[in-house]
């Protein structure tokens, strides 16, 4: 079973400011893929990005970065120089490579004020 | 593109009554998904299709019934609506050779 902890409920920021979500994942599969989305207040689901198991690299996009560690099954994100646009909740999940179906997590919501 | 749309955006409905979500994808995605978000638990999967005329169990599939007549076209019953399906109801989809799901906009579902 797949199970995907978003230990931080709620984070507030000022505007500027970094902030870092965590992500601590459980699998038995060898292969599996790791997801970022976010939701803001408009309330879609919108993809942020996919890493594959074997692929430990760490990418950043813009002000966005994710530390990928599967020594600590952890799948990490920070926003840099944090704006009032991205406030929003920020849903991890994770899917096995014989699974259809994503395993979220309980989602961070993200407050960032002016 | 229109990507994932889903009708209606929001309903009302008594306990004991039935209804159909609708999901409609542009992409000529061969999976599609619903899944429900409730407070604190994230999404999870209600019911999912691998290809036209297909159609499994998700995680939560009681209450629900789903239908996949069409390739583009994915819909969720409810047989007799209870408060505890009082949710936001999200439908999914991707291709097969790729693994990010697209979502649509959600519908809310209020049952009193």
């Known amino acids: 079973a797949q199970k995907v902890t978003q230990a931080q409920t709620e984070i507030s920021v000022v505007e500027k400011e970094d902030v870092t979500l965590d992500c601590v994942y459980e699998?038995?599969?060898?292969?599996?893929?790791l997801f970022w989305y976010k939701q803001p207040p408009s309330g879609e689901l919108v993809f942020l990005i996919r890493?594959?198991?074997?692929?430990?690299q760490n990418e950043i996009s813009g002000r966005y970065s994710w530390n990928f560690q599967k020594s600590t099954s952890s799948f990490n994100f920070t926003i840099t120089a944090s704006q009032v646009v991205d406030s929003a909740v920020y849903f991890c999940?994770?899917?096995?490579?014989?699974?259809?179906?994503?395993?979220f997590g309980a989602g961070t919501t993200v407050t960032v004020r002016a | 593109n229109a990507g994932v749309t889903q009708t209606p955006k929001f309903r009302v409905l008594k306990t004991g009554q039935s209804m159909t979500l609708l999901c409609a994808q542009d992409m000529n995605h061969e999976y599609m998904y619903w899944y429900r978000q409730d407070p604190g638990m994230g999404l999870r999967l209600i019911h999912y299709s691998v290809g036209e005329g297909t159609t499994a169990k998700g995680e939560v599939p009681d209450g629900y019934n789903v239908s996949r007549l069409k390739k583009q076209n994915f819909l969720l019953g409810l047989e007799s609506a209870a408060p505890s399906q009082t949710s936001v109801y999200f439908c999914a989809s991707n291709d097969s050779g790729y693994y990010e799901q697209y979502f649509g906009p959600g519908t809310r579902l209020t049952v009193t």
């Open positions: 699998t038995r599969d060898t292969t599996y893929y």
């Open positions: 890493r594959n198991s074997f692929d430990e």
């Open positions: 999940a994770l899917r096995g490579s014989n699974d259809y179906k994503l395993s």
